[in-house]
């Protein structure tokens, strides 16, 4: 099983950013993906989930109408596309996937917003 997160960075306020998790050795397409992040000092928390087929989400209110995951089943990917990024999205953002008894994590991405 294998979960790897890119496209983490340094962006100023108000830009945005589009990361991105390649799942390998599973069946992705039965399993709900998510994100996290975890900023310095900080406990995990979950950002955004999308159900196995697409068609449901769910956002932190955080980030609600900033940030938009999505996913492509057909290349086993999992996106977050953040905009209107703010200082207090700095954190390593992580992607899960989930179904009944079975939970795996990636390494994570650090994502750095600041001028």
């Known amino acids: 099983v294998q979960l790897v997160e890119s496209g983490g960075g340094l962006v100023q306020p108000g830009g945005s950013l589009r990361i991105s998790c390649a799942a390998s050795r599973f069946t992705f397409s039965s399993y709900v993906m998510s994100w996290y992040r975890q900023a310095p000092g900080k406990e995990r928390e979950l950002v955004a989930v999308i159900s196995s087929d697409g068609g449901s989400t769910n956002y932190a209110d955080s980030v609600k109408g900033r940030f938009t995951i999505s996913r492509d089943n057909a290349k086993n990917t999992v996106y977050l596309q953040m905009n209107s990024l703010k200082p207090e999205d700095t954190a390593v953002y992580y992607c899960?996937?989930?179904?009944?008894?079975?939970?795996?994590w990636g390494q994570g991405t650090q994502v750095t917003v600041s001028s």
């Open positions: 899960n996937a989930y179904r009944i008894l079975s939970s795996f």
